[in-house]
């Protein structure tokens, strides 16, 4: 697992940031997002809904990857029943898993 950075812009142009461990760039999104959701309450969560890309940040590599919201629901959402790791990452999401 590695430190990263997950940042996303609301409507208003305001940077969001959250510092997660993870062990891929979309499960960093998947924590950044639950991360959002309990850290600062439902409006930023919903607000992170409505983003159309995340920014993850490596820190020790630094190396910056943007993650399309769109293309990571629609990752999580094929082959719903084949994948242990999707199952996971999806729980990540709505913070039932650490």
């Known amino acids: 697992m590695v430190d990263c950075r ?8 305001v940077e969001h940031s ?3 461990r993870a062990e891929s760039v979309y499960e ?3 924590r950044g997002w639950a991360a959002f959701m309990f850290a600062s309450g439902w409006d930023l969560f919903e607000a992170s809904w409505k983003a159309r890309e995340f920014v993850v940040e ?12 769109d293309k990571l629901l629609q990752w999580l ?5 084949s994948s242990a790791r999707k199952k996971y ?3 990540v999401m709505d913070g039932l898993a650490v």
Do not use: N, Q
């Open 6 to 13: 997950v940042c996303f812009r609301d409507a208003l142009g």
């Open 18 to 20: 959250a510092e997660v």
């Open 28 to 30: 960093a999104v998947c």
């Open 58 to 69: 490596v820190l020790a590599e630094s190396k910056t990857y943007i993650v399309e919201s």
């Open 77 to 81: 959402s094929k082959d719903r029943d």
């Open 89 to 91: 990452l999806r729980r």
